[in-house]
């Protein structure tokens, strides 16, 4: 399973942001995608997730505010994106996109975006 992540920049604080991935490769054994972020001097820290059915899960810092969402219609691509309404200063992070699988290797991870809130 190959990740892209892109979407990542500088917004205002109030504004918006959409975060894209695309999952490639065996795409038919990823259970679920999720975004994780990591900001600096910190550990990382998920963000959001869904199931391959659509079943979401927010960390409490961005219930009401960031919503996650897939299209996994497609055979030969698994998109997720991550939509960033009224970020804050303190979500300031590089933002990762994870995908948990079935077989030898559970999870994988794609280069990371940064996303920089400005106040």
């Not at 939509?83 to 979500?91: A, F, G, I």
Request: glycine share 10%.
């Amino acid at each position: 399973v190959q990740l892209q992540a892109s979407g990542g920049g500088l917004v205002q604080a109030g504004g918006s942001l959409r975060l894209s991935c695309a999952a490639s490769g065996s795409i038919s054994r990823i259970n679920v995608m999720g975004w994780y972020r990591q900001a600096p001097g910190k550990q990382r820290e998920l963000v959001a997730t869904i199931t391959r059915s659509g079943s979401t899960a927010y960390a409490n810092f961005v219930k009401g505010r960031f919503t996650i969402s897939r299209d996994n219609a497609k055979n030969t691509v698994y998109l997720v994106w991550l939509q960033m309404n009224s970020p804050k200063p303190e979500d300031t992070a590089v933002y990762y996109c994870n995908a948990n699988a079935d077989g030898p290797i559970r999870t994988y991870w794609g280069h990371g975006t940064q996303v920089t809130v400005s106040s």
